[in-house]
């Protein structure tokens, strides 16, 4: 299995809402990635979890909670979001770097509007 | 945070053409992969070049890295309209982190 599943595919919520998305691999990797991509824009890194601890944040609003329960999962907890966090929301993993693991494989992604 | 720029940032030509899109970097690195990324969709590894090789080749894909100007190109030879998709480049220092550079649009056109 080389997938990194991610659920929902699209989710629309509300500012008061909250919400969580999803990811899933079964590759064995040990790192986790949640990337933010805005239309025509590069993904943008904002969180990594290595060996299921929190190594990267990059200064992302406390608004977005991210947690990895298990080294296959990971979720990204919403909670009043504002409309400009409208954006394809990336998962992606990696073996561990050091075992030739610096291969990101991705996620479908989901596409978040918040209205 | 090492993040490349590529150029051009908008590519477009005909199916069977070459296609060349160059990143830049600004510090040392360990690595640099490239991706592609169909629309809406997630980024799908391409090729990885380490810092002691100069060129790499995988398929139509062609790889230069040259460390001294901290650039390297990616060339997709004989172009079908299923490479219609934007490329990023990922310099990597070796660790965990993996910071995409501004991307390259490419459009193949039948």
């Not at chain 1, 949640?34 to 969180?47: I, S, T």
């Not at chain 2, 030509?13 to 600004?26: F, R």
């Not at chain 2, 810092?51 to 080749?57: D, F, G, I, T, V």
Request: include cysteine; aromatic fraction near 8%; charged fraction near 20%.
């Amino acid at each position: 299995d080389t997938e990194v599943t991610q659920t929902p595919k699209h989710l629309v919520m509300g500012m008061t809402n909250k919400k969580s998305l999803k990811c899933e691999q079964h590759m064995g990797h040990r790192a986790m990635y949640w990337y933010k991509q805005k239309a025509k824009k590069p993904p943008e890194l904002m969180f990594v979890y290595s060996y299921e601890k929190l190594s990267i944040n990059e200064s992302v609003p406390s608004r977005f909670s991210p947690e990895c329960p298990n080294s296959s999962l990971l979720n990204l907890h919403l909670h009043a979001l504002q409309p400009e966090d409208s954006a394809l929301y990336l998962c992606a993993s990696s073996p561990d770097p050091g075992q030739g693991g610096e291969k990101l494989f991705f996620g479908s992604g989901t596409q978040l509007s918040v209205l | 945070s090492q993040q490349g720029e590529e150029d051009p940032q908008a590519l477009s030509i005909q199916e069977g053409e070459n296609a060349t899109m160059n990143c830049s970097y600004k510090t040392s690195i360990n690595n640099l992969q490239w991706y592609r990324q169909n629309s809406g969709r997630g980024l799908v590894h391409l090729i990885l070049i380490r810092s002691n090789e100069r060129e790499k080749h995988s398929g139509r894909l062609r790889v230069t890295l040259d460390t001294s100007k901290k650039s390297s190109s990616l060339l997709i030879t004989a172009s079908r309209a299923a490479d219609t998709a934007s490329y990023f480049c990922a310099p990597g220092d070796g660790g965990n982190q993996f910071y995409f550079g501004t991307g390259t649009s490419l459009t193949v056109i039948p």
